[in-house]
């Protein structure tokens, strides 16, 4: 079974920094696109951030400017760095990872609490 763990997350100040960290059971290398989703208490899950095999990088709105996604294919990991965190970014953050054949696999989720 192909295993995407988060972790990384925790409490921060408003204006703080985290980076969260998704490691994959398996190569990454061979995968089209791995993305980062938020789901806030009460919303929907939201598509934060994409990151293409080839390396190509778009975000939501919300944290252009402020996240950014990155891979490390030789450690199969992928990251989110997250600057100047407000309240609004307080949610359980999910790595997705689609593979060639355009299946979604997912992690269990890592919190991220901004507050004061």
């Known amino acids: 079974q192909v295993q995407l763990v988060e972790s990384g997350g925790g409490l921060v100040q408003p204006g703080g920094s985290l980076r969260l960290s998704c490691a994959v059971s398996?190569?990454?290398?061979?995968?089209?696109?791995m993305d980062w989703y938020r789901q806030a208490p009460g919303k929907e899950r939201e598509l934060v951030a994409t990151?293409?095999?080839?390396?190509?990088?778009s975000y939501a709105d919300s944290v252009k400017g402020r996240f950014t996604i990155s891979r490390d294919n030789a450690k199969n990991t992928v990251y989110l760095q997250m600057n100047s965190l407000k309240p609004e970014d307080t949610a359980v953050y999910y790595c997705?990872?689609?593979?060639?054949?355009?299946?979604?696999?997912w992690g269990k989720g890592t919190l991220v609490t901004v507050s004061s």
């Open positions: 990151i293409t095999s080839g390396g190509s990088t």
């Open positions: 997705r990872m689609i593979s060639s054949g355009g299946v979604a696999y």
């Open positions: 398996e190569s990454i290398g061979s995968r089209n696109r």
